[in-house]
């Protein structure tokens, strides 16, 4: 059976189609959407082994890029951090010799603009069953602005060196509100 329409009907429905040709500007078509959960990870962040200085308290810095796909971008609204993980990536199976972590947020200069998170092994105990470390992440923090001018971010540890190379990668968990406007 082949579907037909009215001849009347057919006219509205071409009508209502060429509606936003005929009066362009003046239709407008949103959609929001709320509360998407989004993961990104890091490319392996390497770290020199300490050979015979294992053990002994250092420091290191690394600066690196955790950007949203760029088609995704196009459509944030609003961004807020939630979770930030430190996952051993290569030469360690776990983080136990980690004492602290800071990851901030760097400006355009480069200079530390917002510090996201902090770990201290005093008051946080060992890491997880998979070896990372979860941050925990300041509450009253928006990433919108962030995620839009695609700003690095710098993870700072403090730790008892292991005597191998080794990394890590930083899973960042996001809850991003997205939104959508077409003009006709």
């Not at 189609?17 to 998407?36: H, W």
């Not at 979770?83 to 355009?108: Q, Y």
């Not at 191998?164 to 996001?174: I, K, Q, R």
Request: proline content about 5%; overall charge negative.
């Amino acid at each position: 059976m082949r579907a037909s329409l009215h001849p009347h009907s057919a006219r509205r429905y071409a009508l209502l189609l060429a509606l936003p040709l005929a009066a362009p500007g003046c239709v407008s078509v949103s959609a929001e959407v709320e509360q998407v959960r989004h993961s990104v990870q890091t490319q392996q962040l390497s770290f020199a082994g300490a050979g015979p200085l294992a053990g002994q308290a250092t420091s290191e810095t690394r600066v690196f890029d955790a950007s949203l796909d760029s088609q995704l971008m196009d459509y944030v609204v609003n961004a807020k951090l939630t979770e930030l993980r430190v996952v051993p990536a290569s030469g360690v199976s776990n983080l136990d010799f980690v004492r602290e972590v800071r990851i901030r947020l760097l400006s355009a200069g480069g200079n530390p603009e917002v510090v996201l998170a902090e770990f201290s092994r005093d008051g946080e105990g060992v890491s997880a069953a998979d070896g990372s470390l979860t941050l925990r992440v300041h509450d009253d923090f928006d990433h919108t602005r962030y995620v839009r001018a695609r700003v690095p971010f710098e993870l700072q540890l403090g730790m008892d060196a292991p005597a191998a190379p080794w990394s890590v990668a930083v899973d960042l968990g996001l809850d991003l509100e997205l939104g959508y406007e077409l003009r006709l």
